[in-house]
């Protein structure tokens, strides 16, 4: 597909992505091949569960 051949949405779309993943390759992730400690899991799990229970 062409740029010419693209709605504003799709364009949109692949610009988002293409500077999504410059950054991604430029910045990196900090937290690569680090774990999460099974306390944090728990507080994340309790927070997600909290909201959830909010919105129903």
């Given at each position: 597909m062409q740029v010419?051949?693209?709605t504003?949405?799709?364009l949109r779309d692949l610009i988002r992505h293409t500077v999504e993943q410059c950054?991604?390759?430029y910045f990196g992730d900090p937290d690569?091949?680090?774990e999460v400690k099974e306390?944090?899991?728990q507080?994340?799990?309790e927070s997600r569960s909290a909201l959830s229970k909010q919105e129903k």
């Open positions: 010419k051949d693209m504003v949405e799709q950054l991604e390759e690569s091949g680090l306390e944090v899991k507080k994340l799990l």
